[in-house]
Structures are given as structure tokens and as C-alpha cells.
């Protein structure tokens, strides 16, 4: 991922609010030659912001705390408006070192009890935060007519993996067992999470089913990582992409994994477990330009193999994060209501 300083974001926020009220054809042209990799064309507005964040330093060369900033300054330029007919509030909750924060979103004409969402963000663990998807989540509250309940996890490498499952855990079991004070419906329950999030979804259900507990209505899965020992394919021809790089991906690695951890470890790895049956029916979406591309579907093949309900697609036209590109892309913006109508088609 190639940010820029806070002060070049901030400038750049300015852009990304501009771009996406020209014209198709004019963000065409300033875009340049149409960017193909593997059969498939980028949407020009991510084209283009690529562009304007290639001159930038990479966020590998970033402290944790540097890149924190310069990627909420990011996302708030590229998120969008949030949906109408949601009320937002933040609060925490008991987690296993101390409170957790989450935000709650409730859409303002539920009538009876909903179905509930566990969020996790993106951003490898390392950057993110509740503001990273946070215009998505009011899209999945209003239009799913849902309680999504956005997780703010520990981070690295302040708090290395396995802390931030551990925080998934107790977020679920949280959201569990107040169920009736959200006005959730216990049996409509959805795990859903973005690149780490993601992972951390899938190995969530992965925890719950080993331990002999109930698996959600759904999981889904947005352009996750699923093997981090994955050597070939999108991790090959998608290695520069914009937003997410290989060298983003190994600082992200390097700031979350304990030294010495097995990257093969089903904890990071998903995709490894020896087991893949008996999961809650899932939604897996990945992206065209997007090192995890090939990973994702091969996650979702062979979830299907093992007698799991799937869903999945590619969206050839985009990137990794896009479900934090809806006010970027006007693209973006309709990948991210098909994201929704495939969680709502399995509830």
C-alpha cells in the first residue's frame, strides 16, 4: 500500500472528493492507458487514485503509527456518505485484556428483531479502524436491514496475532449473549470481515466449529488472506497492485506474526485447515487487482468441495479494499451492493 505523508492525504482527500463527480470519460483520460493484468481492466477511478499515490512512500518504509494515520486519512477521503436511515454509536465492551470498542449500527426502521452482523476491518492487522469501512457498514445496516456491530481489535505490533482472534472471540460471544438488548435475531447471525478481517472471520468459524458451537447463519468473506504460504498466481502478477502490495503484505507480516510462527498454521492460513466441512454457508468476494485474488477463490473452491454452501466471484474491475472506495468509484460503490445482496440471499 503506497500512502503518502498526513499532510499529502489531506490534500489528496480534496481529490478523491472531486473525482468521483466528473464524468466516465474524462477520468478516463487523465487515468492513462487502461491498466490490464491477467485478462482484466482496472476501474480508471482507482486507476487514477493510484496514480495520484505512487509518488508516496510505501508504506513499508512507514512506522506502524505513521501508516495508522496516513490510511484513516485515506479511507475517510475514499468511503463515501453514509446511508441514510442508520444511528451510529460507539461503546465498549468487556474484551480478554480490558475493554474492546466497537460501533454499533441500527437501522432506524427495524420492526422486530434483525439480523446481526459481526464486522472485522481490513488493514493486515497492523493499520485500520473503525472509520476504515465504516460507510460500508451503514450500507450493510440499512440495506440489509441489520445490527452490525464493528469490532475495534488490538492492533500489531503492539498486540500480535493471536490477540486480534482473540478479541473476534469475545466480540461474538459479546454479541451472543445480548442479542435480545441489540434486537437481533439469534438464528439470522452473520461473521463478516474484509482482507484481515477476512481471515479473521473464516478462522473464527473455523474456532467455533472445532469447539463444538453453533456456526452463523453466513460468513463472508471479502479478498481475504487465507494462505500466507501462497507463492504463485495474483500473488505474482498482482505483486505492485495499489492499494495492496507483496512488500505491504510481508510488513504487515512482520508486524503482526510472533517470531517463529508457521505461516502453514491454520491460524493464519484458513485455506490449510485439515478440515473444512461442517461451516456456516459462505459469501466470498475477491477482487481482480489484488495479490489474495487467486487464494480467495481457491478458498471458496474448496470449501465447496468439502459440502459448504458458496458463493463467490471475482469483481474483475477492482481493487483490494474497495469496500472503502464506494465514494472514490462509482464502481466500487455498486461491487459493494452486490457484496450485500449475496449475504442477504443466504439469510
Given at each position: 500500500?503506497?500512502?503518502?505523508d498526513?499532510?499529502?492525504?489531506k490534500?489528496?482527500?480534496f481529490?478523491?472528493?472531486t473525482?468521483?463527480k466528473?464524468?466516465?470519460?474524462?477520468?478516463?483520460?487523465?487515468?492513462?492507458?487502461?491498466?490490464v493484468?491477467d485478462?482484466?481492466?482496472?476501474?480508471?477511478?482507482?486507476?487514477?487514485?493510484?496514480?495520484q499515490?505512487?509518488?508516496?512512500?510505501?508504506?513499508?518504509t512507514?512506522t506502524?503509527?505513521?501508516?495508522?494515520a496516513?490510511a484513516h486519512?485515506?479511507?475517510?477521503?475514499?468511503?463515501?456518505?453514509?446511508a441514510?436511515g442508520?444511528?451510529?454509536?460507539?461503546r465498549?465492551i468487556?474484551g480478554?485484556?480490558?475493554d474492546?470498542g466497537?460501533?454499533?449500527?441500527?437501522?432506524?426502521?427495524?420492526a422486530?428483531?434483525?439480523?446481526g452482523v459481526?464486522?472485522m476491518?481490513?488493514g493486515?492487522?497492523?493499520i485500520?479502524?473503525?472509520?476504515s469501512?465504516?460507510?460500508?457498514?451503514t450500507r450493510?445496516?440499512a440495506?440489509?436491514?441489520a445490527?452490525?456491530?464493528?469490532?475495534?481489535?488490538?492492533?500489531?505490533?503492539?498486540?500480535?496475532?493471536?490477540?486480534?482472534?482473540?478479541?473476534?472471540?469475545?466480540a461474538w460471544a459479546w454479541m451472543i449473549?445480548n442479542?435480545?438488548g441489540l434486537?437481533i435475531?439469534?438464528?439470522?447471525?452473520v461473521?463478516?470481515?474484509?482482507?484481515?478481517g477476512g481471515q479473521m472471520?473464516?478462522?473464527?468459524?473455523q474456532?467455533?466449529?472445532?469447539?463444538?458451537?453453533p456456526?452463523?447463519?453466513?460468513?463472508?468473506?471479502?479478498?481475504?488472506l487465507?494462505?500466507?504460504?501462497a507463492?504463485d498466481?495474483s500473488?505474482v502478477?498482482c505483486a505492485?497492485?495499489?492499494p495492496?502490495?507483496?512488500?505491504?503484505?510481508?510488513?504487515?507480516?512482520?508486524?503482526?506474526?510472533p517470531?517463529?510462527?508457521?505461516?502453514?498454521?491454520?491460524?493464519?492460513?484458513?485455506?490449510?485447515?485439515?478440515?473444512?466441512?461442517?461451516?456456516?454457508?459462505?459469501?466470498?468476494?475477491?477482487?481482480?487487482?489484488?495479490?489474495?485474488?487467486?487464494?480467495?477463490?481457491a478458498?471458496?473452491?474448496?470449501l465447496?468441495d468439502?459440502?459448504?454452501h458458496?458463493i463467490?466471484?471475482?469483481?474483475?474491475?477492482m481493487?483490494h479494499?474497495f469496500?472503502?472506495?464506494g465514494?472514490?468509484?462509482?464502481?466500487?460503490?455498486?461491487?459493494?451492493?452486490?457484496?450485500?445482496?449475496d449475504?442477504?440471499?443466504?439469510?
Amino acid at each position: 500500500m503506497s500512502f503518502k505523508d498526513t499532510t499529502t492525504a489531506k490534500l489528496e482527500a480534496f481529490a478523491a472528493k472531486t473525482v468521483p463527480k466528473l464524468p466516465a470519460k474524462v477520468i478516463a483520460k487523465v487515468a492513462g492507458t487502461p491498466l490490464v493484468v491477467d485478462g482484466r481492466t482496472l476501474d480508471p477511478y482507482i486507476q487514477l487514485a493510484a496514480n495520484q499515490s505512487a509518488g508516496g512512500p510505501a508504506m513499508s518504509t512507514l512506522t506502524p503509527q505513521v501508516g495508522r494515520a496516513a490510511a484513516h486519512d485515506g479511507f475517510a477521503a475514499t468511503n463515501g456518505t453514509r446511508a441514510a436511515g442508520v444511528a451510529v454509536r460507539d461503546r465498549n465492551i468487556p474484551g480478554p485484556d480490558g475493554d474492546l470498542g466497537v460501533r454499533l449500527y441500527h437501522p432506524s426502521d427495524a420492526a422486530g428483531l434483525v439480523p446481526g452482523v459481526l464486522f472485522m476491518h481490513q488493514g493486515g492487522w497492523v493499520i485500520g479502524d473503525l472509520d476504515s469501512c465504516d460507510t460500508f457498514c451503514t450500507r450493510l445496516a440499512a440495506e440489509l436491514g441489520a445490527v452490525v456491530v464493528s469490532l475495534d481489535y488490538r492492533l500489531a505490533p503492539e498486540h500480535r496475532l493471536p490477540a486480534q482472534h482473540e478479541d473476534a472471540d469475545a466480540a461474538w460471544a459479546w454479541m451472543i449473549a445480548n442479542t435480545e438488548g441489540l434486537g437481533i435475531d439469534p438464528s439470522d447471525l452473520v461473521i463478516c470481515g474484509d482482507s484481515a478481517g477476512g481471515q479473521m472471520a473464516a478462522t473464527l468459524c473455523q474456532r467455533l466449529r472445532d469447539a463444538g458451537q453453533p456456526q452463523p447463519a453466513v460468513q463472508a468473506m471479502i479478498y481475504p488472506l487465507t494462505d500466507a504460504t501462497a507463492t504463485d498466481g495474483s500473488i505474482v502478477s498482482c505483486a505492485d497492485s495499489f492499494p495492496l502490495s507483496i512488500n505491504t503484505m510481508e510488513w504487515f507480516f512482520a508486524q503482526a506474526l510472533p517470531d517463529g510462527f508457521d505461516r502453514s498454521d491454520p491460524a493464519l492460513s484458513p485455506a490449510l485447515h485439515d478440515r473444512l466441512s461442517d461451516l456456516a454457508p459462505a459469501v466470498i468476494v475477491t477482487a481482480g487487482f489484488d495479490p489474495l485474488r487467486d487464494q480467495g477463490n481457491a478458498y471458496a473452491a474448496a470449501l465447496r468441495d468439502a459440502g459448504v454452501h458458496v458463493i463467490d466471484r471475482c469483481e474483475d474491475s477492482m481493487s483490494h479494499s474497495f469496500l472503502a472506495f464506494g465514494g472514490l468509484s462509482p464502481a466500487a460503490h455498486g461491487a459493494i451492493g452486490r457484496v450485500i445482496s449475496d449475504i442477504n440471499s443466504l439469510l
